[in-house]
């Protein structure tokens, strides 16, 4: 038994125009229907309801999955028609995600952003309801030049209206009990904070002139990647209803809501940004140059753009801010403490940028980290405490340096009376036994000797050590520091510390792990 689409040599023949327009006539009813309704409304923007835009989403949804299984597209009958049913599909799904973020509102318990989101969100809405009105009557014209029949029988006004009484029904679930809720708010707030920090773009984008937005669409925002941290978002949506909701935990500590709205919100922004910036790289983008072929352009780009960037991203980006400090309280509130020793940086030691990025990690997550060397105790957060520690690392680099002068078989033998040359000598004898790297090649030896009293060998390890101060070489030598503080802020400095730090052995320059992508911010 063969089936459509089975054998790849053949080729479905066409459908009789007749046939097909009777086919659209009946699929498409309903959506001309709704489409109609709007257009009777005398405020659009109030006739903006759950009921009328899912209808618009679902009716345009299944009627444009079959004008496509048709290939009307490329068809120069119906391609209108079947783009206006596209514009019904993308702005009924842009709007009823408006709709979910105003009628939430209440319930997101939203920290202040210094801008009226809600006036912002009526504003969008009331677009919306002005590009579906124009599309509606688009519409209706196109079906009545494809003769297909609108029905006489028009829904009165307020028919799909909604009525919703106040009020919440009572939470009187009994609180789960879950194991490791602290370890899911942790895992909550430090993912938050990742997200917030690899898509600092955002920012960028949600601050941008509307003369920049094209520019930005063609660089930087595109529908695929707001659908990428909207995932993201949503997943971390899922972390919270599967391993917080309705503990115990969650109800004790209401900031946890607090968050779970602001990660919803930003969810449902970007979920509003996918839909507009898909209809503006499928149906507007290609068409703004014009050219053979070119598509009627039904929306305008600049507003159409206008409510992408300057509402969803915008916005996504002043939530994801806002919320910052609050996981970063909530990581030091639940944070599991532990510690890791991890080997100090071969170059140079706690120099510029390895104390920069070990800061920038524990300043990322908020958390109070320690970090221990010996007996002395040192602030993580602060890249001049941590430098510091330089001068216990330099010390102990300089005993060690004595010690193994000391066993060099030269100073035994008898060594050179000249102490250039015996500190020649013995740098030789460290380097080829790999206890010591030179950074300069060829060494440059300084023109005059320290003035000291001694015998040779005290004399060649002065020489050596002025020239580790001068950083011309260093002492290859195995030394710990231990952190103590938040385990995941710890298992992020675990790996700064298996990167070298951001360094090579030398000091040059090396890419992190994507698990630290948010340091190169």
């Known amino acids: 038994m063969s089936t459509y689409g089975s054998d790849p040599s053949t080729s479905p023949s066409p459908i009789g125009e007749g046939e097909f327009g009777h086919l659209i006539g009946r699929r ?9 309704y709007l257009l009777d409304q005398p405020v659009a923007v109030e006739a903006m309801t759950r009921p009328m835009v899912g209808r618009f989403l679902a009716e345009s949804t299944q009627l444009e999955e079959l004008l496509d299984h048709y290939s009307a597209r490329s068809n120069r009958r119906w391609h209108r028609f079947r783009s206006l049913t596209a514009a019904c599909k993308s702005f009924g799904e842009v709007g009823y995600e408006l709709l979910h973020i105003r009628d939430a509102l209440p319930t997101y318990r939203l920290l202040a952003i210094g801008q009226d989101f809600h006036q912002a969100t009526i504003g969008a809405l009331g677009y919306v309801a002005e590009v579906l009105s124009d599309v509606s009557v688009r519409l209706l014209a196109s079906a009545k030049e494809l003769s297909l029949p609108v029905s006489a029988n028009r829904l009165p006004v ?14 009187d679930r009994e609180a789960r009990a879950l194991e490791a809720v602290s ?24 601050a941008a002139s509307p003369d920049e937005h094209m520019d930005l669409m063609r660089d930087t925002v595109s529908e695929e990647l ?103 309280t909530k990581l030091r509130q639940y944070a599991q403490v532990g510690c890791v020793s991890v080997p100090v940086p071969r170059y140079r030691g706690f120099h510029v940028r390895p104390s920069t990025l070990v800061a920038k990690i524990v300043l990322h997550y908020g958390s109070d980290v320690r970090m221990l060397l010996d007996d002395e105790e040192y602030d993580a957060s602060t890249p001049i405490e941590i430098f510091r ?55 440059r030896w300084p023109d005059d000797l320290v003035t000291a009293e001694g015998t040779v060998m005290e004399r060649v390890i002065v020489e050596l050590t002025r020239l580790q101060a001068t950083g011309k070489i260093d002492i290859e030598a195995d030394m710990s520091i231990t952190f103590v503080g938040d385990r995941r802020v710890l298992a992020d400095l675990e790996q700064l510390a298996r990167n070298g730090y951001g360094e090579d052995n030398l000091g040059n320059n090396i890419a992190l792990p994507p698990a630290l992508a948010y340091l190169r911010r």
């Open 28 to 36: 498409a009813r309903p959506l001309l229907r709704v489409a109609a």
């Open 158 to 171: 307020g028919a799909m209206g909604e009525q919703l009484p106040p009020g919440r029904l009572p939470q």
């Open 183 to 206: 370890e899911a708010v942790t895992r909550l707030a430090t993912t938050f904070l990742n997200l917030g920090a690899e898509n600092s773009w955002i920012q960028t984008a949600g």
């Open 226 to 328: 707001l659908r990428v941290v909207q995932h993201r978002f949503h997943n971390l949506q899922s972390i919270y209803d599967t391993y917080i909701a309705a503990t115990n935990t969650a109800r004790a500590d209401t900031d946890l809501r607090v968050i779970r709205g602001h990660i919803s919100v930003i969810f449902h922004l970007l979920k509003t940004g996918t839909a507009l910036a898909h209809y503006y790289e499928r149906h507007v983008a290609a068409q703004v140059s014009g050219g053979p072929g070119a598509d009627e352009i039904f929306v305008d780009p600049a507003r159409l753009l206008d409510a992408l960037l300057r509402y969803a991203v915008a916005y996504a980006g002043r939530f994801i801010l806002s919320a910052r400090e609050l996981c970063q």
């Open 389 to 443: 520690a330089n001068e216990k690392i330099n010390a102990w680099k300089r005993r060690w340096l004595c010690a193994q002068v000391g066993r060099l078989p030269m100073f035994r033998d008898g060594a050179p009376t000249d102490i250039r040359l015996a500190a020649k000598d013995a740098l030789n004898h460290l380097a080829e036994a790999r206890l010591i790297v030179v950074y300069e090649n060829p060494l």
